[in-house]
């Protein structure tokens, strides 16, 4: 027969799960949700969508481990309140969706979901557009959460006066709001006030997704526990863009009125704090967690070519010494767009160059399917694709590293004889170029340094020998437009064969290639007489 635990045991069981699920209760909770607007979005292939506009409240235990909380101010309940923004894209019917809460985290106020996922071809999303663009994430039915979080952006922070009389933010408290908020939405039937969960039924996985300052958001909050709710994970993955070797150093009290997060190690600034502080590896974060007994979630990472140059990227992948890549943990994959730069805007007038115009959007519509399927059925994604590196010698400039890593070697991609990276994920604009992608540009402004450049092959022969130009023309790379396009199309099957390219992305990027002004046009046929 087997074993039935006696009275006094059932007892002490039931006592010990009502303690913990008290604690458990106590530490954090979404006191009230509240949606001033509610829209319809679109129709999409997986149905309506709508957008819905309000404020997440919540509190916390002083008890919490951010510090500072235990100096804040507290609610009439002995806890400490917040309150931030947030915004759902999300179908009209929740349970037509497909299941995953995507939870983005905003950089500076602004909302990056539909830049990364949504954005087209020849007009690139900047962050904070709320626009449609492609439709791809309703089309294929995620449900998508914007978490403000930052301080000075949309987020109210509680703070307390020091002994100086100056008012000090919490602003860790940052990342128990993202945390709370997401849990809430992915498990919670209504808020402590009755409001029911406009989600509630409608999830059964979490991804989140950050870019630069969010993504490394997104390894800080990892790091630091954030991950879970009790014994529970939260965050079953995570999608990091363009973070390099970054943390975010927002476990602190700052003064405001910006967010301790908002700077970052520049050329002007090469040691500026927090940012390169902490771990720099992902494995390195990854065994702290497993350290602590808990499972990490799947990731897939993804930097750009300029984030070698100007943001040490390659430091994540060595860490502080030497120049041999550190073994990845089986939870990661990592992937470099070879010529991508980190931010993909039209133009900057303060730049010398054009910037960098790689359009990797469809790389991320990709790979998001890919982390998705990771996670629902265990998937494997695509093996890590990354550049070859070999150390800077100061031309193009690289940013140091800083000066508390003595050791550091900060490595840049190799390149061919055009001056594009070589290995990596080849979209069919690096595979069959039409100009240099993802150099350096100038000056070494904040800016600048993030937007690459793109310098365009000359158009014929002439032009080049007129000019000095050493790269070979397009007159002397193709012959003619077919043998151009047929070389993207060529490359656009051999990226989506090996996971980096939807079917979708694809035609489009063939269609652009066929109608390339860089060609002449064909001459037409002689009519019938």
């Not at 979901?113 to 007009?123: G, H, I, K, M, V």
């Not at 070698?308 to 120049?323: I, K, N, V």
């Not at 550190?326 to 133009?347: E, K």
Request: a negative charge.
């Amino acid at each position: 027969m087997p074993h039935r635990p006696n009275g006094p045991t059932v007892v002490f069981l039931f006592c010990l799960l009502s303690l913990i699920a008290t604690v458990r209760s106590a530490i954090a909770e979404v006191t009230r949700i509240e949606f001033a607007s509610k829209q319809p979005y679109g129709t999409f292939r997986a149905g309506d969508y709508v957008i819905w506009q309000g404020r997440i409240h919540g509190d916390l235990s002083p008890q919490e481990v951010i510090p500072g909380i235990d100096k804040a101010a507290r609610n009439d309940r002995g806890r400490v309140a917040y309150s931030a923004k947030i915004i759902l894209i999300m179908p009209a019917a929740p349970r037509a969706g497909n299941g995953a809460l995507l939870v983005d985290v905003p950089n500076r106020g602004g909302a990056n979901a539909e830049a990364l996922y949504n954005s087209p071809r020849d007009l690139p999303f900047l962050s904070g557009t709320l626009e449609q663009g492609t439709g791809f994430l309703q089309d294929h039915g995620f449900t998508v959460a914007e978490v403000y979080w930052e301080l000075g952006h949309d987020a109210d922070l509680p703070s307390f006066v020091d002994a100086d009389r100056k008012t000090r933010y919490v602003e860790g408290v940052g990342f128990a709001i993202v945390r709370d908020a997401a849990d809430f939405l992915a498990h919670a039937a209504a808020d402590s006030a009755g409001m029911p969960n406009p989600l509630k039924g409608a999830i059964n996985r979490v991804l989140a997704s950050g870019r630069s300052q969010d993504g490394r958001f997104l390894k800080t909050f990892l790091l630091d526990g954030f991950n879970m709710v009790g014994d529970r994970r939260l965050f079953d993955g995570m999608h990091v863009f363009v973070s390099a070797a970054g943390l975010l150093p927002i476990l602190q009290m700052g003064t405001g009125p910006d967010s301790s997060g908002a700077g970052a190690p520049t050329f002007a600034d090469p040691d500026f704090p927090g940012v390169n502080d902490g771990p720099l590896t992902i494995g390195e974060t990854i065994a702290k967690v497993e350290a602590r007994g808990e499972v990490p979630p799947k990731m897939l990472l993804v930097s750009s070519t300029t984030d070698y140059y100007s943001l040490r990227a390659s430091l994540g992948r060595t860490g502080e010494s030497g120049t041999a890549d550190r073994p990845l943990p089986a939870n990661v994959r990592m992937y470099d767009i070879a010529g991508g730069s980190h931010v993909v805007v039209t133009q900057v007038p303060t730049c010398t160059l054009p910037p960098g115009r790689l359009d990797w959007a469809p790389v991320s519509r990709a790979l998001l399917l890919r982390l998705d399927a990771w996670v629902s059925h265990n998937a494997e994604p695509p093996a890590s694709e990354l550049m070859p590196l070999e150390p800077a010698t100061g031309e193009p400039p690289a940013l140091r590293a800083p000066s508390r890593l003595s050791a550091a070697v900060i490595q840049v991609p190799k390149r061919d004889r055009d001056g594009n990276a070589l290995g990596g994920v080849r979209l069919p604009d690096i595979a069959v170029p039409t100009g240099t992608n993802g150099g350096q540009n100038q000056p070494q402004t904040f800016t600048c340094m993030l937007v690459g450049s793109f310098t365009p092959f000359a158009a014929t022969k002439a032009e080049r020998e007129r000019t000095g130009e050493p790269r070979p023309s397009i007159e002397e790379r193709y012959h003619g437009r077919d043998d151009y396009v047929n070389r993207v199309r060529i490359a656009a099957e051999d990226v989506e064969a090996r996971g980096f390219l939807l079917s979708e992305d694809a035609a489009v990027i063939v269609q652009e290639a066929a109608s390339s002004k860089l060609f002449a046009p064909a001459a037409a046929d002689a009519p019938p007489r």
